[in-house]
């Protein structure tokens, strides 16, 4: 069994659907079900016999070691965190408790749980960390892509509490070799991402006749990478990655924010028309740009993929076409996570968990 934190969150959920779709081996889901966690987003597995989901706080240290010690996983990957640059600029505390205080209380539960594991299965057990190029700071439009060697620049309060995650996982290999390994991926996009974040909150809001806010002059540049490609290398990194060793993860898809916009207004003209004929481009608002907002990102993905022989399937048109595509099809999920309806939803099906 391998154990996910977070995994009711956008990538974690799509990790489960991944993982389930290729493997036997059963995963047990740990997430707190803040804001950006749901249930829905399981749905699809939730009978299956291999899904095992329990609504926890990685604070909560001993309840983590119970089920530790109840479900003995070979693996732990921690995707929990609070993931949102602008909710940590509004509220940042919740982002060093989390992210920083929850990944040292989870380092200590598996210390704990692996120091006590029989040889064997004390060699072969892995902590994944799931992290962010964003810790790495900003790029100038002539800088050189972020490597597994640039030193750590983070700029908000969300990248300096992955940050100091990240030093954390670094430290408890050093000191206590505990096996960790670390990813750094860029943004991701894709199906059942909460629609706050770029992509599925200019679909959103397009579809609602709402104005597209673009920050600044819109010209700050991301390196996009569709979530299933990520999640295909978090799966390469658990079963063959160098222990103590950080990958980054990216596209090679640089484009900026105002393209995007365009390019997602596009599809939309064609895939749901407007009745009245006009483009929604005509919606794009620009809007004051945010505090600290990192001009560039980009990945060089050339050790995941030397090493471990990983590549990106999709290209940015692919992958757009299908995320616009999904949500399109699944109007009822966005509707209860913009509603709140949601929790009820949750509430009916597992109990105490609304
Ligand atoms: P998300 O915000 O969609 O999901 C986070 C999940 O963590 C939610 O289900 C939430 O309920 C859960 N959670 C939050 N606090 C918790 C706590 N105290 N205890 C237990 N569960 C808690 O985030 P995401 O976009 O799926 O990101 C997953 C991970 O990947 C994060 O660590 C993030 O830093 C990293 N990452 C994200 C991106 C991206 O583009 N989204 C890119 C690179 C790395
Ligand atoms: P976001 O999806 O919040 O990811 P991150 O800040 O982690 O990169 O934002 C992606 C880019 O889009 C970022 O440069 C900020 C910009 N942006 C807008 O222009 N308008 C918006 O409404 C949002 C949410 C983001």
Redesign the pocket.
Known sequence: MIFL????????ANFVHHWLGQKDEPVLV?????Y???LESLAPVASDPRYHFAQ????DRPAVTALLTTHRPRALL???????VDRSIHGPGDFI??NVQ?TFELLEAIRAYWAGLPAPEKAAFRFLH????EVYGSLSPTDPAFTETTPYAPNSPYSAS?AASDHLVRAWHHTYGLPVLTTN????YGPY??PE?LIPLMIHNALAGKPLPVYGDGQNVRDWLYVQDHCRAIARVLEAGRLGETYNVGGCNEVKNLDVVHTLCDLLDQLRPKMDGSSYRAQITFVADRPGHDRRYAIDARKIERELGWTPQETFATGLRKTVQWYLDNPDWVEHVTSGAYRQWVGKQYGAAA
């Open positions: 934190t977070g995994a009711a969150g956008f990538i974690g740990l997430d707190a079900l803040t950006a966690g749901n926890l706080d990685i604070c921690h995707f929990a965190a609070e993931s949102h408790r989390t929850g799931v992290s962010t190029d992955k991926c860029s943004n991701n991402q909460f974040k």
